[in-house]
Structures are given as structure tokens and as C-alpha cells.
């Protein structure tokens, strides 16, 4: 079994990868908005994954949701957000955040 790596592992190694396959490593280097993008579409690809049943292996579900946090570790890395203190500051926010769900175009369960 592979062990579990940290975040900020994964995003290292996620910019070693970056810089080795010359997918930019400081802000010059990259285009945001066309990372933002590429970030859109691994998530549709994963939408069209998951309503095709298509779950794992290559193009399933599994592989895209893979995708969309190595795309957003590569824009985090390059300039330099700490994404594990950014999701940690966020759940500690909605611990104590409310939400109307009788307003919200999305069911609880």
C-alpha cells in the first residue's frame, strides 16, 4: 500500500512534474486564466465520468477528480498558496457557518 501524503508533498510533487514536463513553475511561467480553465474542464470531464457510471480506470470518475487537485495543486504551487491551510481556514469558517437549505437549489442528502 502507497503511504498517504501531505498535502504539501503532493503539491511538491505535483511541481516537480510541472518543471519537468515544462507546465510552468513561478506566475511568469502560466496564464491563470487558462489554468482556471483546465481546472473547468477536468471537472466537466469528471461530471461526464460519474453520469456514464464510468467510476474508475482510465477517464473514470476516480482518474478526473485525480486530475482536478493535481490542476489545482499546479496553480496553488505556482503561486504559492498554501492550500492546506486555505481548506482548513475554510472548514473552520463553515464549522460554524448556516445555510438555508430551503433556499438552495440542492438537496442535503
Known amino acids: 500500500m502507497t503511504k498517504s501524503l501531505s498535502i504539501e508533498e ?11 514536463k515544462g507546465f510552468g ?10 489554468k482556471i480553465a ?5 471537472v466537466s470531464e469528471a461530471f461526464e465520468a460519474y ?8 477517464d473514470g470518475f476516480e482518474e478526473e477528480l485525480g486530475d482536478i487537485i493535481q490542476r ?6 505556482v503561486l504559492g498558496i498554501d492550500i492546506e491551510q486555505a481548506i482548513l481556514k475554510k472548514l473552520a469558517h463553515n464549522k460554524s457557518r448556516q445555510w ?3 433556499e438552495l437549489n440542492e438537496s442535503k442528502g
Open 38 to 42: 483546465l481546472i473547468h474542464s477536468e
Open 100 to 102: 438555508n437549505w430551503d
Open 72 to 77: 489545482v495543486l499546479h496553480l496553488g504551487g
Open 10 to 20: 503532493l503539491t511538491k510533487l505535483v511541481m516537480e512534474q510541472a518543471k519537468a
Open 51 to 58: 453520469r456514464h457510471k464510468n467510476m474508475d480506470g482510465k
Open 25 to 34: 513553475v513561478t506566475p511568469a511561467d502560466i496564464n491563470v486564466a487558462e
